[in-house]
């Protein structure tokens, strides 16, 4: 299958500042980019969608200024944590498809884990 | 709306025991079906999909069918070993013509396997 890289594979930070977080499709163009949460223990939280040259559609709940998604080229998408707070600490997830697959697949990345202290 | 449900877990088998995880989906339209498998402090990995009705999935000695008539994708295996110790999600996901481009996922089963 495609492989979808995450940049970095975990952070910690301090309290107020901002994170960004690279997903990056290295064999296939992606025309879909994905952002999910994980908390422990639970399932994947769809966060947002984004499409190549649009800007990102949030799921209901989630702070759209807080959670800045910018998915400016076929391979590269980016999430940044805006003043970070203990709270947004999780493990955030992107997966990476294209709208042309007949199979409706996204590929995963590793994870990014957040720790905000 | 388009969801997927699957046993609650922990499950814990003992090794060489056969395994079940059941799935069930609601969804309009045909949705692909798929498992991933996820080990601790890791990503998800995809472990099997199938993309219509009775189309079965199969990977290191997993299997599941898609069943329209029943609405299930239920995960089988015939012997577990230890290695196979991790959380498995069931999730199905629909094409940008069938209602938008995203994967839905089930809650998880957290599957413990004792030597």
């Known amino acids: 299958g495609a492989v979808v890289s995450q940049h970095p594979s975990w952070v910690i930070c301090k309290s107020g500042t901002s994170v960004k977080i690279e997903c990056r499709s290295l064999d296939f163009q992606a025309t879909t980019m994905f952002w999910y949460r994980q908390f422990p223990k639970q399932s994947l939280m769809l966060m947002a969608t984004?499409?190549?040259?649009?800007?990102?559609?949030?799921e209901q709940g989630v702070e759209k200024d807080k959670f800045l998604i910018n998915h400016a080229s076929l391979t590269l998408s980016t999430l940044t944590v805006t003043s970070a707070h203990p709270e947004d600490s999780s493990f955030y997830i992107c997966?990476?498809?294209?709208?042309?697959?007949?199979?409706?697949?996204?590929?995963f990345g590793p994870g990014t884990r957040l720790t905000v202290l | 709306g388009d969801s997927v449900t699957q046993m609650e877990g922990p499950v814990t088998l003992s090794e060489e025991a056969f395994l079940t995880i059941n799935c069930t989906y609601t969804?309009?339209?045909?949705?692909?079906l798929f498992w991933y498998v996820q080990y601790p402090g890791e990503g998800l990995q995809l472990l099997l999909k199938a993309t219509k009705a009775d189309d079965k999935g199969s990977n290191k000695g997993f299997e599941a069918t898609y069943r329209k008539e029943t609405t299930s994708f239920h995960l089988e295996k015939g012997s577990v070993q230890v290695s196979d110790s991790a959380v498995y999600f069931c999730?199905?996901?629909?094409?940008?013509?069938?209602?938008?481009?995203?994967?839905?996922f089930g809650a998880g089963t957290r599957l413990f396997v004792k030597a």
């Open positions: 969804a309009t339209g045909y949705p692909s």
């Open positions: 997966s990476a498809g294209n709208q042309l697959s007949s199979y409706n697949e996204q590929f």
């Open positions: 999730a199905l996901s629909k094409g940008p013509s069938t209602g938008g481009f995203k994967t839905i």
């Open positions: 984004s499409n190549e040259g649009s800007k990102a559609t949030y």
